[in-house]
């Protein structure tokens, strides 16, 4: 059964840097793309960033362009999301979200704070 585990979140000040890194595990093969989303209190989920698991090329949402980057991780079926320059706005709980043959799977979530 396929798995997404994410790590990393916590309290940090406005400014400052968190990485989120991301595993999907449970499966043979490399995922299609890895991505993070968010959802803050009261808001609607939506895309912060994709990697595409074969080429590596990477798309962004406007509001975390030029702060945040996506990568994939060393070992097959990883991802990290490093965040820099972080603002009270990027409070949220952060998915990790694994395409693998079509089927999205999705992780918990890891809540990211950020204190003004």
């Known amino acids: 059964q396929v798995q997404v585990v994410e790590s990393g979140g916590g309290l940090v000040q406005s400014g400052g840097s968190l990485t989120l890194s991301c595993a999907v595990s449970?499966?043979?093969?490399?995922?299609?793309?890895m991505s993070w989303y968010r959802q803050a209190p009261g808001k609607e989920r939506e895309l912060v960033a994709t990697?595409?698991?074969?080429?590596?090329?990477?798309k962004y949402s406007e509001s975390v362009k030029g702060r945040f980057t996506i990568s994939r991780g060393d070992t097959l079926n990883t991802a990290t999301l490093q965040m820099n320059t972080l603002r009270p706005e990027d409070t949220a709980v952060y998915y990790c979200?694994?395409?693998?043959?079509?089927?999205?799977?999705w992780g918990q979530g890891t809540l990211v704070s950020v204190s003004s």
């Open positions: 979200n694994g395409d693998i043959w079509g089927n999205d799977y």
């Open positions: 990697v595409y698991t074969g080429g590596g090329s990477t």
């Open positions: 449970g499966f043979t093969g490399r995922s299609n793309s």
